[in-house]
């Protein structure tokens, strides 16, 4: 357990990783790793990128956009759910019997997609620019 709580400053790392949290951090250093290793899942990923730049979906919308069956996608989403990358949310649609269930990204589940792996492979497209030696400067 992590026992200085300090920021990173002028360049230098704590020697302990978990000391980058906040003295008050909502999660501790193994749930961040959890959503993270969740997120490295191909479905996974696609799940939740579907629900960060989509928005909420239902079960069935998320087997037809990415092409896969009830018990798989139920496998996947609930991976999701238990990192807390994502939501299940019901309620009364209008005009119809029982409740509708739909998934939706948490605030976890948006930053983990767009300052992680979509950031990543953003920065490939700057990586490409500045070094492809087709392009004269």
């Known amino acids: 357990?992590?026992?200085?709580?300090?920021?990173?400053?002028?360049?230098?790392?704590?020697?302990?990783?978990?000391?980058?949290?906040?003295?008050?951090?909502?999660?501790?250093?193994?749930?961040?790793?959890?959503?993270?290793?969740?997120?490295?899942?191909?479905?996974?990923?696609?799940?939740?990128?579907?629900?960060?730049?989509?928005?909420?979906?239902?079960?069935?919308?998320?087997?037809?956009?990415?092409?896969?069956?009830?018990?798989?996608?139920?496998?996947?989403?609930?991976?999701l759910l238990d990192v807390g990358l994502v939501e299940r949310r019901q309620r009364t649609e209008r005009g119809q019997d029982g409740l509708y269930t739909y998934y939706r990204a948490t605030v976890f589940g948006e930053v983990t997609l767009t300052e992680g792996v979509d950031e990543l492979i953003r920065g490939e497209w700057d990586f490409e620019a500045m070094y492809d030696s087709s392009v004269n400067s």
């Open 1 to 79: 357990m992590a026992t200085n709580p300090t920021r990173a400053v002028g360049g230098e790392q704590p020697e302990d990783p978990e000391d980058l949290l906040p003295p008050h951090s909502v999660l501790n250093l193994e749930e961040y790793l959890e959503m993270h290793a969740a997120v490295g899942h191909r479905t996974r990923y696609e799940i939740l990128y579907r629900l960060v730049h989509g928005g909420d979906m239902s079960p069935k919308e998320l087997e037809e956009e990415i092409e896969i069956d009830d018990s798989t996608l139920h496998y996947h989403l609930n991976k």
